[in-house]
């Protein structure tokens, strides 16, 4: 795969010069912390930072979105009749998302991109967009993606990998998204640094201390692990705060709400989280997963053994590390998924 | 690229008041466009999401029988925001429908066998479509004998009433109706809880014959047993989930029983299959 050299003294042009074809979309200092958003002119991506303090993943589907609008008016043609909104799909990119997050839109792309139905909304906006990646030279302690299906260096989901090398980027290209991109930011600059690349990759990995040991989940029955006896440890103090679900890249669960003013409405899609005793709340009262521990349960449940069930690749989580050190009860996945890994039925003789 | 959250529009044409609390009300629906009634091809069993702008969606089973052309029917109870909307509505009105959702019940197994089917309150609904669906002309050779075994609280508060009196009447579908109590003089069926008449009417169950069963969680807990009793394996027992929906094709994530979507994957299961899934509904 071609190689370009990016000095850093281009790098403020090119980026310019992209800004009249693509809308951009980087990381930048947000009070404290680093989160995405849209970089106007002459704004740049920040590239000093771990990780953004949420995922990306509102880039491609946003916390709020319109998806249907209608009028009211019973005097007007069409009242009531739903359509579509228009939406800008014009082609954008994201700078210097790293790794894990970029393979997350892939785990969340099963979700939404079915062969029996096709979610527009989130496949015309993932198809807009070109990734270019920033690898990790330096992961952080709760990072655990080497174990979690992806790593610092990892590819699948990317257009480009950019590599920080001191007074310049190795930008690797790796779809033809990418490298449309790049010419298009007049960086042309070819350069032998497979090997370069190779080396920081395995200097990266082998930074990562923390792992998740998922090897015999697949194995399990989905009866056993939810009725193990853990769970009610588990879920002991979480708050039900939704913050896990809210930061992590691979949640998608979402709400459908109409909203009207005066005599024109829209139908909407808001993040939900299985957090909340209100996702599952029927309209009779009954409430199949009324208590904290269950609703613990199924978003373990779903990440660890439902997901790796239904797909049959790996479960739904990248290591990022967000919920870690987000929660604020110290909950930490990567127990929980060693439990379960490492639960065995105890088969009682009497 | 279909976008399966547009409904389509419809017009209500008839609203029918279903029982005596006047909490069920039938909507007969009718296309605003008749190229989108031939895309709505569906199977008894199945569910669709009624959209009404400015409040929102709704699941709800097509209680019309694919043999029936023209319109689609849905017979709903007011619980909440949107189905209390429903039920202020008129004929004329504009509304949305979504789907057909979900799978159905198993009709290319049913094929050839006997069929009861058990049902209680109003979630009668699909298993109206099943029985319109199974006495029409065409379909009624594919299947042997249909029991129907229905109870509600009173007389009052049956479904399709005018229907089950003229199915009683006939002689290719055994029709064993039931209320909780009554003190009318005139009724002239039968009186006792579902699960009890199931066990003094059904057939025993037996290579060729299945029970379809839908009905308040109390009503399957006591008919569960019975069905055992007379022999029914969990493969031949049918049920129809409900679970709080949003999306009605698996995307949302709110409407799972383990790794099976109720909207997309269900609603109907075998108990058998229910058997192997989580106790979460
Ligand atoms: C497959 C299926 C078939 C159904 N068939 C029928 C039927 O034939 N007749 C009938 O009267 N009812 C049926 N229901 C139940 C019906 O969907 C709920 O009573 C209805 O959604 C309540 O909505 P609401 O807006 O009035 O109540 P609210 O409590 O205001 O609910 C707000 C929203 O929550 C969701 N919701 C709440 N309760 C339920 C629930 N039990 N199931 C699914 N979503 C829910 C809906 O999106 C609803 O708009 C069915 C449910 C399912 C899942
Ligand atoms: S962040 Fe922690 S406390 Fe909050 S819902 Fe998630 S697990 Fe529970
Ligand atoms: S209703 Fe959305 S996943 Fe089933």
């Known amino acids: ?350 | 690229m279909q976008n399966p959250y547009l409904p389509y529009p419809v017009r209500i044409e008839e609203i029918i008041t279903e029982t005596e609390d006047k909490n069920l009300k039938t909507f007969k629906l009718v296309f605003l466009n008749p190229d989108d009634q031939e895309k709505f091809l569906y199977k008894a069993g199945q569910f669709a999401e009624l959209s009404v702008a400015g409040k929102g969606e709704v699941p709800i089973g097509i209680a019309s029988s694919p043999s029936e052309k023209g319109y689609l029917m849905f017979t709903i109870n007011k619980v909440g925001l949107v189905t209390t909307t429903l039920h202020c509505m008129k004929p004329g009105d504009i509304m949305g429908i979504r789907g057909p959702l979900g799978n159905s019940y198993p009709w290319d197994i049913l094929k050839g066998k006997n069929v009861v089917i058990i049902g209680g309150g109003f979630a009668f609904t699909t298993l109206r479509s099943a029985i319109v669906y199974m006495l029409d002309p065409v379909n009624r050779p594919n299947f042997k004998k249909i029991h129907v075994i229905y109870g509600a609280r009173s007389p009052g508060m049956l479904l399709y009433k005018d229907e089950l009196a003229a199915w009683e009447a006939r002689d290719d579908i055994n029709m064993h109706i039931t209320v909780d109590s009554t003190e009318d003089p005139t009724w002239k069926y039968n009186v006792g809880f579902v699960p009890t008449i199931t066990e003094q009417k059904a057939p025993p169950g037996n290579e060729d014959t299945y029970a379809i069963i839908c009905g308040p969680p109390i009503m399957i807990k006591f008919t569960q047993p019975v069905l055992d009793r007379l022999g029914y394996c969990h493969d031949k027992i049918i049920m129809s989930l409900e679970m709080r929906m949003k999306c009605g094709i698996g995307m949302c994530g709110r409407c799972n029983i383990g790794k099976e979507f109720v909207c997309k994957d269900g609603p109907v299961f075998t108990l058998a299959q229910l058997n192997e899934m989580p106790k979460e509904y």
């Not at chain 1, 980026?15 to 995405?36: A, C, I, M, T």
């Open chain 1, 1 to 350: 795969m071609k190689i370009i050299r990016i000095d850093k003294k281009n790098w403020a042009g090119g980026l310019e010069k992209l800004k009249g074809s693509y809308r951009l979309f980087g990381p930048v200092k947000d009070n404290e912390f680093h989160n995405f958003k849209r970089l106007d002119k002459d704004e740049l991506p920040d590239f000093n930072y771990f990780n953004t303090r949420l995922s990306p993943k509102s880039i491609i589907y946003p916390q709020s979105e319109i998806m249907l609008e209608y009028e009211l008016d019973e005097n007007k043609e069409n009242h009531h009749v739903m359509k579509e909104s228009k939406k800008d799909y014009s082609q954008r990119v994201v700078i210097g998302i790293r790794p894990c997050d970029a393979s997350a839109f892939l785990l969340v792309k099963r979700n939404f991109d079915t062969p029996e139905y096709k979610d527009p909304y989130w496949i015309r906006s993932y198809e807009a967009t070109t990734f270019v990646g920033l690898a990790c030279n330096n992961p952080q302690a709760t990072c655990f993606c080497t174990s979690a299906g992806c790593g610092p260096f990892y590819e699948d989901g990317l257009d480009v990998l950019l590599v920080d090398a001191g007074d310049h980027f190795l930008a690797k290209i790796i779809s033809s998204k990418g490298e449309n991109l790049l010419e298009a930011a007049g960086w042309d600059t070819e350069t032998d640094a497979d090997e370069q690349i190779e080396t920081m990759k395995q200097e990266a990995e082998a930074r990562i201390t923390s792992f998740v040991t998922t090897n015999k989940l697949k194995d399990k029955k989905i009866i056993d692990l939810f009725d193990a006896p853990f769970w009610e440890e588990v879920a002991f103090a979480c708050i039900n705060c939704g913050t896990c679900t809210y930061v992590c890249p691979t949640c998608w669960c979402f709400d459908i709400q109409d909203e009207a003013y005066g005599l024109c409405g829209i139908r909407m899609r808001n993040w939900d989280s299985c957090m909340f005793p209100l996702f599952t709340l029927h309209g009779s009262g009954h409430n199949p997963r009324s208590t904290n521990m269950q609703r613990v349960r199924q978003r373990f449940m779903h990440k660890l053994k439902y997901y790796v069930d239904k797909y049959n690749d790996g479960i739904q989580c990248v290591g990022c590390g967000r919920c870690i050190r987000l929660c604020p009860v110290n909950i930490d996945i990567r127990k929980i998924c060693n439990m379960m890994n490492s639960y065995e039925v105890q088969v009682t003789s009497d």
